[in-house]
């Protein structure tokens, strides 16, 4: 972070205003270490209401200003963190890092009282980053874990060329570390909703977005989105599955003070396959799905798992859908794999009738069916069945002299004495002789 702030920090603190913080969900505050330059009190009329305070570096650095800002946040009923900058090169040193800042911590005795916000690990030291993501992300965990264990909230702080290239932010999310991300924008910030931290996946818990010029220096600045959740770990302890048409219920509960919360799952409401009915080329059919809950969102794919049975041949295939995760049932769905479609080669007109030619298919097929009537649109018509896939020739007898007919062809399989029928060819048209 840049520090050039002035060295009479508890002034500022002072001067913050003593309010119900956690009455809102958004609060804007400072951080601050020894790094300061004499700032006059009369720029600190802002309404700030928290402040990040830096403890220290390395196992025997502690910051010339802690203690100071510490008693200042502490006298004005301040809500503040810490953070201590790291530059652990091996699994120890992080261990020793977090052994550094509880020791500390627990010096500061009844001044404790407004530790209500995270103790933040802060990573940027160049050489840390050489040691590579799976290293950098092992210290992190050692450290946060250490922390939290200790009863107190951990926090990551980085820039977004760190959680992008160092830090394995899975280890974050499996975790729940808080996230405290420093990123200056080139236009205004927008606090409408929290932030998401580069290309990670992950959302700030705290945004560094600027540095505010003020008379004899300059301070950064942070928005905390949900001063209340700072204090709080919360991790799933217990779920009852959602099924269909009945709600299921998460219950997480904090890893440091064992306050719990609940989260509805809505119930499984639509299953229903995206495609009934496909034509077979000889490749297996999986149609995708689309599942949604009480509320009409789609339920994630990671919630379920699809098998296919019978899903290359003519006939009824099946698609079997299986919850899990937030889930629990299982539910079948059919859809139909029908035969190719033939066409007609020819159509030619004979004494009070017709012959017709059209193109074999043997693929998956049983036969031809072809029907023929006076009206285009063939609501009166009549059938004929060629139970011979071999077949490609047909003469059709005994009807009206000198009339029009209209004519069309399709193939069928029959798959356990259920017949599954082709599109139909193209219409075409001819008059009896």
Same mark, same amino acid.
């Given at each position: 972070?840049?520090?050039?702030?002035?060295?009479? %920090?508890?002034?500022?603190?002072?001067?913050?205003?003593? +309010?119900?913080? @956690?009455?809102?969900d958004y609060h804007y505050g400072?951080?601050?270490?020894?790094?300061?330059?004499? *700032?006059?009190?009369?720029?600190?009329?802002?309404?700030?209401? @928290?402040?990040?305070?830096?403890?220290?570096?390395? +196992?025997?650095? %502690?910051?010339k200003k802690f203690y100071e800002?510490?008693?200042?946040?502490?006298?004005?009923?301040?809500?503040?963190?810490?953070?201590?900058?790291?530059?652990?090169?091996?699994?120890?040193?992080?261990?020793?890092?977090?052994?550094?800042?509880?020791?500390? *911590?627990?010096?500061?005795?009844?001044?404790?009282?407004?530790?209500?916000?995270?103790?933040?690990?802060?990573?940027?030291?160049?050489?840390?980053?050489?040691?590579?993501?799976?290293?950098?992300?092992?210290?992190?965990?050692?450290?946060?874990? &250490?922390?939290?264990?200790?009863?107190?909230?951990?926090?990551?702080?980085?820039?977004?060329?760190?959680?992008?290239?160092?830090?394995?932010?899975?280890?974050?999310?499996?975790?729940?570390?808080?996230?405290?991300?420093?990123?200056?924008?080139?236009?205004?910030?927008?606090?409408?909703?929290?932030?998401?931290?580069?290309?990670?996946?992950?959302?700030?818990?705290?945004?560094?977005?600027?540095?505010?010029?003020?008379?004899?220096?300059?301070?950064?600045?942070?928005?905390?989105?949900?001063?209340?959740?700072?204090?709080?770990?919360? &991790?799933?302890?217990?779920?009852?599955?959602?099924?269909?048409?009945?709600?299921?219920?998460?219950?997480? #509960?904090?890893?440091?003070?064992?306050? !719990? &919360?609940?989260?509805?799952?809505?119930?499984?409401?639509?299953?229903?396959?995206? =495609?009934?009915? @496909?034509?077979?080329?000889?490749?297996?059919?999986?149609?995708?799905?689309?599942?949604?809950?009480? #509320?009409?969102?789609?339920? =994630?794919?990671?919630?379920?798992?699809?098998?296919?049975?019978?899903?290359?041949?003519?006939? !009824?295939?099946?698609? +079997?859908?299986? @919850?899990?995760?937030?889930?629990?049932?299982?539910?079948?769905?059919?859809?139909?794999?029908?035969?190719?479609?033939?066409?007609?080669?020819?159509? +030619?007109?004979?004494?009070?009738?017709?012959?017709? #030619?059209?193109?074999?298919?043997?693929?998956?097929?049983?036969?031809?069916?072809?029907?023929?009537?006076?009206?285009?649109?063939?609501?009166?018509?009549? &059938?004929?069945?060629?139970?011979?896939?071999?077949?490609?020739?047909?003469?059709?007898?005994?009807?009206?002299?000198?009339? #029009?007919?209209?004519?069309?062809?399709?193939?069928?399989?029959?798959?356990?004495?259920?017949?599954?029928?082709?599109?139909?060819?193209?219409?075409?048209?001819?008059?009896?002789?």
């Amino acid at each position: 972070m840049k520090r050039f702030l002035s060295t009479f %920090i508890a002034v500022i603190l002072m001067l913050l205003p003593a +309010t119900n913080v @956690f009455a809102a969900d958004y609060h804007y505050g400072y951080d601050v270490s020894e790094h300061n330059e004499v *700032i006059s009190s009369q720029i600190m009329k802002s309404g700030k209401d @928290f402040v990040m305070i830096r403890l220290g570096y390395t +196992t025997d650095h %502690i910051d010339k200003k802690f203690y100071e800002n510490v008693k200042a946040a502490h006298e004005n009923k301040i809500p503040y963190g810490v953070y201590y900058y790291s530059y652990a090169y091996d699994d120890s040193e992080a261990k020793g890092d977090a052994d550094y800042v509880l020791k500390t *911590i627990e010096s500061l005795g009844e001044y404790k009282e407004y530790l209500k916000l995270p103790v933040a690990y802060d990573l940027e030291d160049n050489r840390i980053a050489a040691l590579g993501k799976t290293q950098v992300s092992k210290q992190i965990k050692i450290f946060c874990d &250490k922390i939290m264990n200790a009863g107190y909230v951990p926090m990551v702080y980085a820039n977004t060329n760190w959680f992008n290239n160092y830090i394995d932010t899975s280890v974050i999310k499996n975790n729940g570390y808080k996230v405290w991300y420093a990123y200056y924008p080139d236009v205004a910030p927008d606090f409408s909703k929290p932030i998401a931290v580069g290309k990670t996946g992950l959302v700030a818990d705290m945004w560094q977005y600027k540095q505010g010029s003020v008379p004899d220096g300059i301070l950064d600045e942070n928005v905390i989105y949900n001063l209340e959740s700072l204090s709080h770990i919360f &991790k799933q302890d217990k779920i009852a599955k959602a099924t269909f048409n009945k709600d299921g219920l998460i219950t997480y #509960k904090c890893a440091i003070c064992g306050k !719990t &919360k609940t989260q509805i799952i809505p119930a499984i409401k639509t299953v229903k396959l995206k =495609s009934n009915s @496909f034509v077979y080329n000889g490749k297996v059919k999986k149609p995708a799905v689309s599942v949604l809950n009480s #509320k009409a969102s789609q339920i =994630s794919a990671s919630n379920y798992s699809l098998t296919y049975s019978n899903n290359k041949n003519v006939g !009824t295939a099946t698609a +079997t859908i299986t @919850f899990k995760g937030n889930y629990s049932g299982k539910k079948n769905l059919t859809f139909k794999i029908v035969p190719k479609a033939t066409t007609i080669k020819s159509i +030619t007109a004979i004494q009070k009738g017709f012959n017709l #030619k059209w193109s074999k298919v043997t693929a998956q097929t049983s036969g031809y069916q072809i029907e023929y009537s006076l009206n285009r649109d063939f609501k009166k018509s009549k &059938k004929i069945t060629i139970a011979n896939n071999k077949t490609t020739t047909k003469k059709v007898q005994k009807l009206a002299k000198g009339k #029009k007919y209209y004519v069309r062809i399709r193939t069928y399989r029959v798959v356990k004495s259920k017949k599954y029928y082709s599109a139909w060819s193209g219409i075409k048209s001819v008059k009896t002789k």
